[in-house]
Nanobody
Framework: QVQLVESGGGLVQPGGSLRLSCAASRSIFSMYVMGWYRQAPGKQRELVAALASGGSTNYADSVKGRFTISRDNAKNTVYLQMNSLKPDDTAIYYC?????????WGQGTQVTVSS
């Protein structure tokens, strides 16, 4: 079992920045793909960014150039740096750890972009 705990969400003005953190209960980054997903009201959950065990990254087109996923192996923590935030980025953001057949989720953290 792996527990994932997100933090760092909040209210920010358009154009602002936030950094989300996802702390894993044990060292898994060498084996799991780590991802950040988001779900806005009335919409399906979508992949925002992913970080493979080898270090390769993948981003949704809507966040390329604005968001960066990274990890700190010593702290068992994955980050999502979000810059130039837009109202459309408002959603609950979830951390995910995946390695077939295991699929773990955090509880989510709310990000609201509004003036």
């Amino acid at each position: 079992q792996v527990q994932l705990v997100e933090s760092g969400g909040g209210l920010v003005q358009p154009g602002g920045s936030l950094r989300l953190s996802c702390a894993a209960s044990r060292s898994i980054f060498s084996m799991y793909v780590m991802g950040w997903y988001r779900q806005a009201p009335g919409k399906q959950r979508e992949l925002v960014a992913a970080l493979a065990s080898g270090g390769s990254t993948n981003y949704a087109d809507s966040v390329k150039g604005r968001f960066t996923i990274s990890r700190d192996n010593a702290k068992n923590t994955v980050y999502l740096q979000m810059n130039s935030l837009k109202p459309d980025d408002t959603a609950i953001y979830y951390c995910n750890a995946y390695r077939f057949p295991s699929d773990y989720w955090g509880q989510g953290t709310q990000v609201t972009v509004s003036s």
